[in-house]
């Protein structure tokens, strides 16, 4: 079975300082892993994917595999980060077609 | 590209009554997929959908639930005699190729009395 975990349903953070949003996922094929984040009053958009090891908004993240996590990462937070983040996988082995979510990260930076 | 087009925004039904949810998926894109986002709680995939054919429906509840997305028109979720655990927030998203990125639609909340 598929399963994202976000453990943290808030975090609160200073601007400028960093920020780590956890996820753990539990999946025995081949995942891909998405974050998805979001702002208030706009739609769900993606913020990266592991696949492209692009950093976007200055937020990283990187899979791996042996602690079987992909914590987004960004080493100095801005105001504009404020909103909701979502971990999300899909099975590149099964056609990658749904995606299974976490409950979400609501995150604030405080000024 | 006006993006993924969902109506009505919110819908309000009794007890008993049918609601009917409208995705328009991006233009271009023929791959259609719904999930459902309960109160504190993370989007949950209900079904995907290809022009006028249902791919996979694992997370469909068994009874209630359909959806279809047909040659012409939108995509469509229909809940039949709702209950009061149907109240949720229903997503709509799109994508032009199977395992690309998914467009999300702004959803439709729907409140049941």
């Known amino acids: 079975a598929q399963r994202v975990t976000q453990p943290e349903k808030l975090l609160s953070v200073f601007k400028g300082a960093p920020v780590e949003l956890k996820c753990n996922y539990s999946?025995?094929?081949?995942?891909?892993l998405f974050w998805y984040v979001q702002y208030s009053r706009q739609r769900l958009q993606l913020l990266l994917r592991?696949?492209s090891r692009e950093s976007i908004k200055g937020f990283t993240a990187d899979l791996n595999k042996g602690e079987t996590s992909f914590h987004l990462k960004k080493p100095f937070a801005q105001e504009e980060d404020s909103a909701m983040y979502y971990c999300a996988l899909s099975g590149i082995d099964q056609g990658a077609q749904k995606l299974v979510f976490g409950q979400g990260t609501r995150l604030t930076i405080n000024p | 590209n006006a993006g993924v087009m969902q109506n009505p925004r919110h819908l309000v039904r009794r007890r008993g009554q049918e609601a009917r949810l409208r995705c328009s998926p991006m233009?271009?894109?023929?791959?259609v997929y719904w999930y459902r986002q309960l109160p504190e709680e993370g989007l949950k995939f209900m079904v995907y959908?290809?022009?006028?054919?249902?791919?996979?429906e694992s997370g469909m509840p068994k009874e209630r639930f359909s959806a279809e997305f047909p040659k012409e028109g939108p995509s469509i979720l229909r809940i039949q005699q709702v209950v009061r655990g149907d109240s949720a927030a229903y997503f709509c998203?799109?994508?032009?190729?199977?395992?690309?990125?998914?467009?999300f639609g702004p959803g439709t909340r729907l409140t049941v009395t």
């Open positions: 999946y025995s094929g081949s995942p891909e």
């Open positions: 959908l290809q022009k006028e054919n249902i791919i996979d």
């Open positions: 998203a799109s994508s032009p190729v199977r395992g690309n990125e998914q467009y």
């Open positions: 233009k271009g894109h023929s791959h």
């Open positions: 592991h696949i």
